[in-house]
């Protein structure tokens, strides 16, 4: 093939095809090739140089996704996240990152939560930012969650992602969050009776989504929540009042809350009751606080036998929850009350 053959073949075939192949074919490098095109002011075609990023773009693509690491993430740590993302907590998706990353920010007061938060996930990833920030690394395994919790870009509560949260850690996390031990009190001229509530503040959300979240904190946990109007944001929130289940309520999150000592004021009932009651002492008023300790009259005599007996014939604690028509945590926390009455 003479010079002015080899100048022929590129001119015709040069602009849309394969550097590589076209050179092989030709008997000469690829070098060779792109000098000779370049010296006689032949180009790739716009069609070909289009495709070519686009075949470009897809393999960047795929070596991205195969060097991304698989992420494990237990039933306690997705608790974590997802009590979280009820909360304080959320998802969201950067520029042209193809994926979600979690981001956490408050107060300085908390930042020995999100210390532990932080500790908690740090095999996922999760890590305190120089301003304490909670941040994650983007991965698959957000995107999913973002999907789930934000279907119109809003965050918002569902069915479907209301099943996640599942273990009292994310309860937890969620109280820590966003609720609130409150002392209340009730008048009778100069005395006073003094009475602990939960509130969680979950005013970003609707009324329908905080009446779902009521069921399922009650079909899960066993813990029964009512909606209570607010006059910020959505304009509704929740509210635990009945002395019992506040009582069963702390007690279900206590372990957790406990492991930062600064969110320990969160369960102490007995302390804001004294520090309330001293608050009206000194104004004068007889105060009357009911014990804390309580029976538990959530339970029939008969449920409790049929408790007792299941456990003794060797059931566990989701097979009793099934027996008897509870919640699995419910009957987990009443199987630990039998225990310490000794009775188990």
Known sequence: MNRGELLEIICHRYPHEENKKLAQQLGISESTLR?????????????????QHKDLTAARKEAWENNIKPMYVGTV?????????????SLALYGRSKNA???????????????????????????????????????????????????????HLTPD?????????????????????????????NRVTLFPRIYLYSLSFS??????LADHLLTQ??????????????????????????????DMVKPYVLEIPEMAYKVDVARQLQAASQRYATRGFFINIAPLE???????????????????SGL?????????????????????????????
């Open 294 to 312: 309580t029976a538990d009259i959530s339970y029939t005599s008969d449920e409790i036998d049929r408790i007792i007996y299941l456990k003794r």
């Open 101 to 155: 990353r979690y981001r956490e920010h408050g107060a300085i007061e908390q930042l020995p939560y999100r210390a532990w938060k932080a500790a908690k996930l740090s095999q996922q990833g999760f890590k305190l930012t120089a301003k304490g920030q909670l941040i994650s690394p983007s991965h698959p395994y957000f995107t999913s969650l973002y999907h789930l919790f934000y279907p119109d870009g809003q965050k």
């Open 221 to 250: 946990f066993g813990v029964a929540f009512k909606t209570k109007k607010h006059p910020d944001g959505s304009g509704y929130m929740l509210e635990l009042n009945r002395r019992e289940a506040v009582i069963s309520f702390l």
């Open 77 to 89: 740590e997705q608790n974590i996240i997802v009590g979280s993302l009820m909360g304080d907590g």
């Open 35 to 51: 000098t000779i095109a370049s010296r006689n002011g032949i180009h790739k075609t716009l069609e070909y140089r289009a495709m």
């Open 316 to 344: 566990t604690d989701r097979e009793i929850a099934i027996h008897i028509g509870r919640s699995y945590w419910g009957i987990v926390d009443k199987i630990r009350r039998l225990r310490q009455e000794g009775l188990l």
């Open 207 to 212: 009324k329908r989504e905080n009446e779902l």
């Open 161 to 189: 992602n209301l099943q996640v949260l599942n273990h009292p850690i994310g309860l937890a996390c969620l109280y820590m969050d966003d609720g609130s031990l409150i002392i209340d009190s009730s008048r009778n001229k």
